[in-house]
Antibody, heavy 122, light 106 residues
Framework: QEQLVESGGGVVQPGRSLRLSCAAS????????MHWVRQAPGKGLDWVAF????????EYADSVKGRFTISRDNSKNMLYLQMSALRPDDTAVYSC???????????????WGQGTLVTVSS | IQLTQSPSSLSASVGDRVTITCRAS??????LAWYQQKPGRAPKLLIY???TLQSGVPSRFSGSGSGAHYILTISSLHPEDFATYYC??????????FGSGTKVDI
């Protein structure tokens, strides 16, 4: 059974850093591209970052570009999100998601973790 | 690409037919997915490629549309369908964008 479990969230002061982790199990992690998505309390879903199956391609939302870094360790089945220069509006539940592509090149997020809460506050 | 989802909320009864609309700011050529989210839970994929039902999702859920206009239909609302629904576009990302959500309650 495919599973994603996030960890590393917590309360952090503005301007500080935090690293989130996402542990994958039940599937061949190295075969899949991955994303981070966040959801502020009571708000909608907000895409954060993408990484290709081998880490060669990375993309970011404009709101986090230059501050967040996505990475992966395929030998450990782990996905990471290094967050720096954190701001109060980064407060959210951060979830990792697996992306699949069908035979017609349509992508979709088929597996999501439960998320880890990051609170940026002084 | 902006997604405008409507309505933002709706009240319905068990057995009702429910439709949710998602309009993109440009043609997204069917690169659209729909998700259901319940409080405290991860989103669940319902539909991808605008109209393809994800494995294991009940057939009362269906998706339609093309170009910049898409619709999620629940043909007969079940008690477990009360949740928030989001559309998502994946056309030429980045960036990926989500609609603002539609809360379906009793």
């Amino acid at each position: 059974q495919e599973q994603l479990v996030e960890s590393g969230g917590g309360v952090v002061q503005p301007g500080r850093s935090l690293r989130l982790s996402c542990a994958a199990s039940g599937f061949t992690f190295y075969s899949y591209a991955m994303h981070w998505v966040r959801q502020a309390p009571g708000k909608g879903l907000d895409w954060v970052a993408f990484i290709s199956y081998n880490g060669g391609e990375k993309e970011y939302a404009d709101s986090v570009k230059g501050r967040f870094t996505i990475s992966r360790d395929n030998s450990k089945n782990m996905l990471y999100l290094q967050m720096s220069a954190l701001r109060p509006d980064d407060t959210a539940v951060y979830s990792c998601a697996r992306v699949l592509r069908d035979g017609y090149n349509y992508d979709y997020f088929d597996t999501w973790g439960q998320g880890t809460l990051v609170t940026v506050s002084s | 690409i902006q997604l405008t989802q409507s309505p933002s909320s709706l009240s319905a009864s068990v057995g009702d037919r429910v439709t949710i609309t998602c309009r993109a700011s440009q043609d997204i050529s069917g690169y659209l997915a729909w998700y259901q989210q319940k409080p405290g839970r991860a989103p669940k994929l319902l539909i991808y490629a605008a109209s393809t039902l994800q494995s294991g999702v009940p057939s009362r859920f269906s998706g339609s549309g093309s170009g910049a206009h898409y619709i999620l239909t629940i043909s007969s609302l079940h008690p477990e369908d009360f949740a928030t629904y989001y559309c998502q576009q994946l056309y030429g990302y980045p960036p990926i964008t989500f609609g603002s959500g539609t809360k379906v309650d009793i």
